[in-house]
């Protein structure tokens, strides 16, 4: 139990216990023996009932009700040197906290003998809880007090005063004691289950999910995968930083996995890699589903740094689109999901005790998009992918200031923003900034996407696939080339003439690549938008088709051809 807990439970014991002084000062007022002598130094003003009783001196006596519930009944006497008491003053009176009153007998200590007393001339004095409790008084010589109080009133010791405690207030105190040991105990029972359900409940998102509670810190909480039935197969993609090969593991659905194998030269970008994806809430359909990691260790070679990621079939984006054209309503299903895949990286989510910041890609490209079964992509390759909140960064688990920490411009050089070209990059908002650099990239790899749709061309097939900027500046591409084009002439990558259709679903996707890639960055579309957007694609597309006014351009295509255009894709 944390010291909040403690805190809580203190709290609720300090109710109880003021609760319980409430009920305490809740008792009735007191019926007192009243008298008075002319010379008495207690002054009151009482209102004084007769009633047929007597003392043990056999003297009528008279009663007065006391006015305050905290007030007290007391006697005040003298003694002569005989022992012969004579009353002084009776009645009622308040507490100064000096004395106990609370015992139900009016008992005054034997700190003197008879004869000081007298010699003195110094009355004795007793107080007392209870009705009509001064009626008799008397010295109690079980006890000898050493010193004397200057004033009139003498302090009675605590122990004669818990003795004449009432058994009422003796049970209250017990009361309100296990009263407060069943609050602490209870609170500590019920916190303790709710903390276990809460890690219960953690425990069982992270197995649901596949990934640990929170990056690198928290790898010993992921559930443990049995990788000894791993078996490299071939290598499917070769990168700047590893390379990609296609597995069997028995424990998946479908028997495959896709391994990202790192050197320990590139142990960084593996860390970093793994840490975002251990985030929470990265389990989207959108983003490659990871598996789980391992350090691989052979007698053949040094250490490798794998990441087992979930296999696409149909590889990347790219690789896809070279051999393959599609039809409007796989580029409204691939274009929308890739803009979603981003739109939940940029996104920050928080419930319970995780949270995800926002996070950036930053090498968004057409290779670093696979191709699922379902014809649906997911992004991949994290290995530059940060966290970042308002103007701050996160590397390793630290927080950086963009501003006053080395922020490294990274990426593939035809995706890179005009910001990134001309090192105009806004760190004062670096979450901002690197998003709209991320949309920068997303437009072009939309573009891509779109200029393999044969439905969009009305007389001829769809153009072969090509790189963005790649009819301006061929395979390979200068830093100085992107800088002329895309900073100093602000060229993107062409539209085909018949794209300016009637159709206002050809217009909004070509109005979409336009406002994702603007050279003002802050007048870019969110990944959101566009999303948002590309899901009104085809409902657009649609209810053109059904008033006749049909965006299929393509009228002399016929059903055989697109029959074995499909068929392409299962090939």
């Known amino acids: 139990m944390n010291s909040s807990h403690l805190y809580y439970c203190l709290f ?47 003297q009528q006596v008279n009663v007065t009700a006391c006015r305050k519930l905290s007030d007290y009944c007391y006697a005040a006497w003298s003694e002569d040197e005989h022992g012969t008491s004579k009353i002084i003053s009776q009645g009622c009176w308040e507490s100064s906290n000096q004395e106990d009153c609370s015992r139900s007998r009016c008992l005054s200590s034997a700190g003197r003998t008879v004869k000081e007393v007298a010699q003195q001339q110094q009355p004795r004095f007793c107080c007392c809880s209870g009705h009509l409790c001064n009626l008799n008084f008397a010295v109690d010589h079980r006890v000898n007090d050493t010193e004397m109080q200057r004033s009139l009133f003498q302090t009675v010791p605590p122990a004669v005063a818990f003795e004449g405690m009432s058994q009422v207030t003796v049970i209250s105190i017990v009361s309100v004691g296990i009263i407060v040991a069943s609050v602490v105990v209870g609170s500590f029972f019920v916190l303790q289950m709710c903390d ?20 690198a810190q928290a790898q010993s909480l992921l559930p443990t995968v049995n990788f000894d039935s791993l078996k490299l197969i071939n290598v499917i993609g070769r990168g700047r930083y590893g390379t990609v090969w296609k597995a069997s593991l028995d424990e998946v659905v479908g ?18 890699e793994r840490d975002i994806y251990s985030l929470p809430f990265m389990d989207h359909a959108n983003i490659v589903g990871f598996v789980g990691h391992q350090e691989f260790h052979s007698s053949a070679g040094p250490v490798q740094y794998r990441l087992i990621l979930e296999y696409a079939p149909y590889g ?10 599609i039809d409007w309503a796989t580029l409204c299903q691939m274009g929308r999901s890739v803009a979603r895949g981003l739109a939940h990286l940029h996104a920050d989510y928080c419930r319970d005790d995780e949270k995800k910041l926002s996070v950036a890609h930053r090498d968004v490209n057409s290779r670093n998009v696979l191709v699922k079964a379902d014809m649906t992509c997911c992004l991949c390759d994290l290995g530059f992918a940060i966290q970042m909140e308002g103007a701050h960064y996160f590397h390793q688990g630290e927080q950086q200031h963009a501003e006053t920490t080395s ?39 939309l573009w891509e996407i779109s200029h393999r749709c044969w439905e969009l061309y009305p007389t001829q097939e769809a153009p072969p696939y090509r790189l ?37 679903s050809v217009r909004l996707l070509k109005d979409t690549l336009e406002d994702a890639w603007d050279q003002d960055a802050e007048a870019r579309l969110t990944s959101l938008c566009i999303e948002q957007r590309w899901t009104d694609l085809p409902v657009m597309w649609e209810r053109e088709r059904h008033k006749g006014l049909s965006p299929n351009m393509r009228s002399n295509v016929t059903i055989q051809q697109q029959q074995q255009q499909q068929q392409r894709y299962v090939d």
């Open 468 to 504: 963005p900027f790649e009819d301006e500046t061929g395979p390979h591409v200068s830093l100085e080339q992107m800088k002329t084009l895309v900073c100093r002439h602000k060229a993107r990558p062409l539209l085909p003439h018949s794209w300016r259709d009637k159709s206002a």
């Open 407 to 445: 922020l490294s411009d990274v990426g593939t050089l035809r995706y890179m923003a005009p910001e990134i070209l001309e090192g105009a990059v806004n760190l004062r908002e670096c979450e901002s900034s690197l998003k709209q650099i991320d949309v920068y990239a997303l437009g072009l790899v």
């Open 255 to 272: 028997g495959h996995v896709a391994v990202k194998v790192f050197n320990p030269s590139t142990r960084n970008f593996f860390n970093n």
């Open 316 to 325: 990347s984006l790219q690789d896809f689109l070279r051999q393959n054209s």
């Open 12 to 58: 609720l014991s300090t109710l109880v216990l003021f609760e319980a002084e409430g009920l305490g000062e809740k008792r009735s007022r007191d019926d007192c023996v009243y008298f008075k002598q002319a010379t008495a130094r207690i002054d009151e003003e009482h209102i004084v009932r007769n009633l047929p009783l007597t003392n043990e001196q056999s």
């Open 196 to 215: 276990r359900r809460k890690k219960e409940s953690a425990a069982h998102r992270r197995e649901r999910h596949g990934h640990p509670y929170y990056g």
